[in-house]
Structure formats: C-alpha cells, structure tokens
C-alpha cells in the first residue's frame, strides 16, 4: 500500500537579505539571487575561523612540547626523600617496638598526579584532548595522568607543578580564561 504525499505549502517568506523582498527559495532563508551569496560569506567566515585555529594550535603545540620538555627534566633530576618501611611488634601502637625494618624504597612514598585543564569545553582542552591524550576528567575539564617513574609520588608530583608552570608561562594570552591545575594523592 503507498502512502499519499503531503501537498506542500506554497513558500511565503520573504529573504532575509537587507533591502530583499523577494520569495525566498525552498530550504533556505534567502531567495535564490542572494543564496550563492550568502553561502560564499559563509565559507569565508568558517575559512578564516579555521586559519585563527590553526595558529591557536600551533602556539598550543609549542607550548606543549616545551612543557613535556621541562617537566622531564625536572622528574628525572628529582631526587626524593626514600621511603623506610617498618613493622611494629603492636601495630595500633606506634610507641611499640620494632619487629621489621626493612630496606628503603628510594623512589620515595607511592601516588599519583595528574594534569588538569578548565573548562573542558575551551579551545585549549579541545587540543589537548585530540592530540595530547588528555581525557575527560571527573570534575569536570580534560586530564592527563602522569605516567612516568613507576610510583613515585615526589616525582610524578614534582612533573606536574613544572609542567602547568610552563605550560602557563609559555601560553601567555592564549591561557587566559583556562584554568590549568595540578591534582595527586597518596597510594
């Protein structure tokens, strides 16, 4: 069984073009003189949006690699204090004596840190999240999880600080209106 078509409703508004009275065309705001105009504005439009992103980007992929850079060299030059690990004989009590002393972890407590961009939905998160490997994080905003020298709470820490410091130095204006923060936590 075929379904009757619906008449369609001969088109009565007018162009949207300044000083146009003309019928507009089916699918558009404007009539058919003015339609190829308007898309050409429109193309130039998203045109020059694309050419302002392209430099943003560029800026951002300096910036980073300058960051990435610094916060490296700063990890690996951390030395953190070691970590010495013991048993007590009652281990509610912390005045009780020793059973286990065993050898210090030199890379110091165990964590994580991370790297966190506001508003998830800036420019600056954008770029991060698509060639960065920055991800949605919880609270909102995109982050990136340091991944570098295994557990190492100090080091991993000590990353992240130098790489929002540079990060915010090296953006300058392109960082106003963006929040860029560090987060950690014990292990």
Not at 26 to 50: G, L, P
Not at 67 to 79: C, D, I, L, Y
Not at 87 to 92: S, V, Y
Request: aromatic share 12%; glycine share 6%; with cysteine.
């Amino acid at each position: 069984m075929k379904y009757a078509r619906k008449s369609i409703a001969p088109n009565t508004m007018k162009c949207k073009w300044e000083n146009c009275s003309m019928d507009n065309t089916v699918n558009s705001k404007y009539c058919h003189i003015h339609k190829a105009e308007a898309r050409q504005r429109w193309n130039e439009v998203v045109s020059a949006q694309t050419e302002e992103r392209q430099k943003r980007y560029k800026v951002y992929e300096t910036a980073f690699k300058k960051a990435f850079q610094e916060a490296s060299n700063t990890g690996e030059n951390h030395v953190p204090t070691p970590m010495v690990v013991t048993e007590r004989i009652n281990p509610l009590d912390n005045e009780s004596p020793l059973k286990n002393v065993y050898e210090p972890i030199s890379d110091g407590v165990c964590g994580f840190a991370w790297i966190v961009i506001y508003p998830g939905t800036s420019s600056l998160a954008k770029y991060a999240k698509k060639y960065q490997g920055f991800a949605p994080h919880y609270y909102g905003g995109v982050a990136l999880n340091v991944r570098k020298y295994g557990q190492s709470y100090e080091r991993k820490t000590m990353f992240a600080h130098t790489f929002v410091e540079t990060l915010t130095k090296e953006l300058g204006e392109y960082a106003k209106g963006v929040r860029i923060g560090t987060g950690g936590r014990l292990d």
